[in-house]
């Protein structure tokens, strides 16, 4: 059971990245999936997920609108298009998944989620 997390880079302020989250050994399809992110001296922070029942999404505040999350089924993966980027988004960000759907909610704690990729760099800067 792998994750790998990728696209992320260096990107000025009101540009856009598009985040994969590719799964390895398991259906990705069947699982809830969230994108989370974390800066050094913080805690890691949910950013958004995606239900494997209904497909149905959860935002963190500051990104709804700006962020989309979204299935390939055929590519077994998950996107993180994120647009109007901003400096604040800057953050190591990583893909998880869980078989739990409920993990998926309004908190999407990162203790919900069961495997983890490596993280990606996302830096937005000038």
């Known amino acids: 059971v792998q994750l790998q997390a990728s696209g992320g880079g260096l990107v000025q302020p009101g540009g856009s990245l598009r985040l994969s989250c590719a799964a390895s050994g398991f259906n990705l399809n069947l699982y809830t999936v969230g994108w989370f992110r974390q800066v050094p001296g913080k805690e890691r922070e949910g950013v958004s997920c995606i239900r494997s029942t209904d497909g149905s999404t959860h935002y963190r505040l500051s990104v709804e609108g700006r962020f989309t999350i979204s299935r390939d089924n055929a590519n077994n993966a998950v996107y993180l298009q994120m647009n109007s980027l901003k400096p604040e988004d800057t953050a190591v960000y990583y893909c998880?998944?869980?078989?739990?759907?409920?993990?998926?909610?309004?908190?999407?704690?990162?203790?919900?989620?069961?495997?983890w990729g490596q993280g990606t760099q996302v830096t937005v800067s000038s």
């Open positions: 998880a998944a869980t078989y739990a759907p409920d993990s998926c909610s309004v908190y999407n704690s990162p203790g919900g989620y069961d495997h």
